[in-house]
């Protein structure tokens, strides 16, 4: 049978997206598991992961067959975190699967295996015992086959612990016919989706109004909440796994369907500010004395060495901080135009923003407190975005290139740190750079033969994308000093290519190379940054970088000699030098 539809996780907003922002509304959402009275006569598919359609909505609400009977494994073997706050749902779940597992003999015989197994690989950490958990559902394909959806190199690092568990728990839900025991419920499953929904859709739109970003349709990434209430209310798993961002939840038993809406949201500034930052990653590299800061810091490792992880995460804090319920009621507007009314209600409203100011104010001197340095920096920001209209797509060069690093960091130097901090909900898989991504990584480390081998590899098949190899060997070219040959890669890059970037800095490396020949050619150069500008990349290095060749001939930057220092000194900790090359030049 087909997979039963939820209703439209967006759509319900329509109205108020044209409003606010011209955002258009999302397309259904649907569950990922199925319906119906005859178990025995359902149609079952096995994709990777749920599927969505091209075209239709990126943010899905959802149930998982697969993640069901990995809850009810553990619940049947001695997960009992946060029943009593849970939805009544998932004691009746225990109550029925426990008469089925002692119903039989070979039903009891399945179950004691599938809990030693439980049992042996129990974790001292009783958050990280479970994310093992529900890091293999999200990579185990439909029952009956209940297999890991991919090879075990490309499995979450923390579900190959437990992946063995699978044959035990296909023999366990065949002895107790667990997928009868789950359409049972989904009606259940489905009213608690019902009450999830609305609040979600509230979240979800209210972030991109803020942001003033578009809600997208599908475009290769995806935004997915998995709804399980066999699972601690307590225990949200945020998950980034390639292009998807999932969020698994469970709702409280009172009030009814209420779920970790903040833990969601985080996740969703993820989804959203990301793809924004990273982006600009290479442009972040004169950021990296920022690092020297967060030494000390009780944060993860990783926002301690990857100065883009720590760019998001400041950044997210800061949207947090400034979009936070501080719990006071805002002033009603009077309906009599008396002037005392409106003096009064102008009034109110003065001490309303002066207390909500203060309120976020102090989250965002929490965060900083606890790590993340950058907050504050973010949040006047931020607050100059939304003084400008601006959305955070437009803003967040400005935010990024226009940083005064010296100062940030002398004021971070000044913090002290809280002895701990919270921790990220979301838990990203680590994912091994290939093909060209490998040979881009190569050669940001200066393995200049290491990433021509990989390009080349990528021109030699027929398949290949031919356009962004062209453009890698035809830097590697400029390094080399080999002008000619980089000229020849450019056009066979522009000839092929139809991403925008790509095509601009073809032609600013072309405008710089005819700058830069022995005897300039100044009107074939400035033609070329205008193609650049032409193209309308929106990105402002691009913009920079084009506008600056057309108002002056391109030099290379001079570069200060390294001082005789140790090597912890940089050369230059401002980055100012670099800064310049970015920033746009000041309105005449």
Known sequence: MPAKPHLPLLASAALLLTFAAQLPAQSSSSSSSQSGTAPQEESRSTPKRPSVEAGGSAVTLETSEPLFYLASALNLCGYDDGLDQSDPVRAKVRADIES?????????????ALCEYVHTHQLTDAGLNLAQYVSLALYVTP???????????????????????????????????LHAIWIKYRPEYEALIDLVHDPLTRTILNTN?????????????????LLEPMLAPAATNARIYGNDYTVVVSPLATPPGTVKMEQIRHTYLHYEVEPLVYSRATAMNRLQPLLRTVQDAP???????????????????????????????????????????????????????????????????LAMRQGWVLTGYFYDALNQMQRDGSSLKDAIGQMVYGMDIGREAHHDQQITFLPETT?????????????????????????????????????????????????????????????????????????????????????????????????????????????????????????????????????????????????????????KAEKDAYKPPPPQ
């Open 100 to 112: 089925a597992a002692i119903a039989t003999p070979e039903a009891a015989d399945s179950r004691r």
């Open 143 to 177: 029952p009956p086959e209940l297999a890991p959806a991919a090879d075990e190199t490309d499995l979450p690092p923390d579900s190959t612990q437990v992946v063995n568990i699978l044959p035990l728990l296909r023999t366990f839900a065949e002895q107790v016919h």
């Open 209 to 225: 109004i803020y942001l003033k970003l578009p809600a997208s349709s599908y475009d290769g990434r995806r935004f997915l909440v």
């Open 299 to 365: 944060i993860d490792f990783n926002y301690k060495s990857d100065i883009v992880s720590l760019i998001t995460e400041c950044m997210i804090k800061a949207i947090e901080a400034h979009t936070m319920d501080v719990g006071l009621p805002k002033p009603v507007r009077p309906e009599s135009h008396e002037r005392v009314d409106q003096e009064r209600y102008t009034g109110e409203l003065a001490v309303y923003d002066r207390q909500t100011e203060a309120a976020r104010r102090s989250a965002s001197d």
């Open 423 to 575: 921790h990220d909900v979301v838990r990203r898989a680590p994912r091994q750079p290939i093909g060209l991504d490998l040979a881009e990584m190569k050669l940001f480390k200066g393995d200049k033969d290491g990433a021509s081998e990989i390009a080349e590899k990528v021109l030699a098949s027929p398949t290949g994308d031919h356009a962004r190899a062209n453009y890698l060997i035809a830097r590697i070219n400029l390094l080399d000093q080999e002008p000619d040959d980089a000229v020849t890669h450019f056009h066979a890059a522009l000839e092929t290519s139809r991403d925008p970037r790509t095509l601009a800095w073809c032609h600013i490396y072309l405008g710089r190379l005819y700058d830069m020949q022995q005897t300039p050619d100044r009107k074939k150069a400035v033609a070329e940054y205008h193609l650049a500008l032409n193209l309308r990349d929106d990105r402002p290095d691009t913009k920079a970088a084009a506008e600056a060749g057309i108002r002056a001939p391109f030099a290379p930057p001079k570069r200060e000699a390294m001082p005789d220092t140790d090597d912890n000194t940089p050369v230059d900790p401002t980055g």
